[in-house]
């Protein structure tokens, strides 16, 4: 039962390295998206896909990419990382769209940019 | 545009006392669903309880009740007999239908329960 996996759990980047933020469900959903967590803010939608080949963007997207190649996978791409980018980040992924079906998260990753 | 408010930011409470979290949400599609989420001190997300906006009863589940009221924007969960191991962060989410599944999180209510 692995769920939502993130790999790695934590990073710590000097500023303008890039790096990508792993994500992969098992459970065959097609809904994917990626969170970050401030403190005092909750967690705030970066980007999302509702299927493979489809990705559009959330409320904080800038600095960041992403793909969707497969329903599994769902990579998150920092291209210069900055201070401001310091965070957690969770990925989730759920079935269908405009549904009541709960997201499920993965564990998270701690980055620290330096 | 939608948004979730907990102004609640910390709840300090004695053991097996009653916690009530508030949430107050705005969104104007008439469809929509609202969600806890329960983030304990080892950082994972764990949905807890849903409802829809179009079914305001409310339930109990163990020791979780909520308390939704759209007439007041409200959408209140409530832990009976807290232990100890429900110390945590929780999180009120919003998502619309119109808007597909992307949810809208409150800043959370950290709760700490005394033994």
């Known amino acids: 039962n692995a769920g939502v996996t993130q790999t790695p759990k934590f990073q710590v980047l000097k500023t303008g390295q890039s790096m990508t933020l792993q994500c992969a469900q098992d459970?065959?959903?097609?809904?994917m998206s990626w969170y970050r967590q401030d403190p005092g803010m909750g967690l705030r939608l970066i980007h999302y896909?509702?299927?493979?080949?489809?990705?559009d963007q959330g409320e904080v997207p800038n600095g960041y990419n992403v793909s969707r190649s497969t329903t599994e996978d769902f990579p998150l791409r920092l291209l210069s990382a900055a201070p401001s980018q310091t965070s957690v980040y969770f990925c989730?992924?759920?079935?269908?769209?405009?549904?009541?079906?709960?997201?499920?998260f993965g564990d998270g990753t701690r980055l620290s940019i330096l | 545009a939608q948004k979730v408010t907990q102004a609640q930011t910390e709840i300090s409470v004695v053991e097996k006392e009653d916690v009530t979290l508030d949430c107050v949400y705005e969104?104007?599609?008439?469809?929509?669903?609202l969600f806890w989420y329960k983030q304990p001190p080892s950082g994972e997300l764990v949905f807890l309880i849903r409802r829809n906006s179009f079914d305001e009863q409310n339930e109990i589940s163990g020791r979780y009740s909520w308390n939704f009221q759209k007439s007041t924007s409200s959408f209140n969960f409530t832990i009976t007999a807290s232990q100890v191991v429900d110390s945590a962060v929780y999180f009120c989410a919003l998502s619309e239908r119109a808007a597909g599944n992307k949810l809208t999180f409150g800043g959370g209510t950290r709760v700490l329960v005394k033994p």
């Open positions: 989730a992924s759920s079935y269908g769209q405009g549904t009541n079906q709960p997201q499920h």
């Open positions: 459970m065959n959903h097609e809904y």
């Open positions: 969104t104007r599609d008439t469809t929509y669903y």
């Open positions: 896909s509702v299927g493979a080949g489809i990705t």
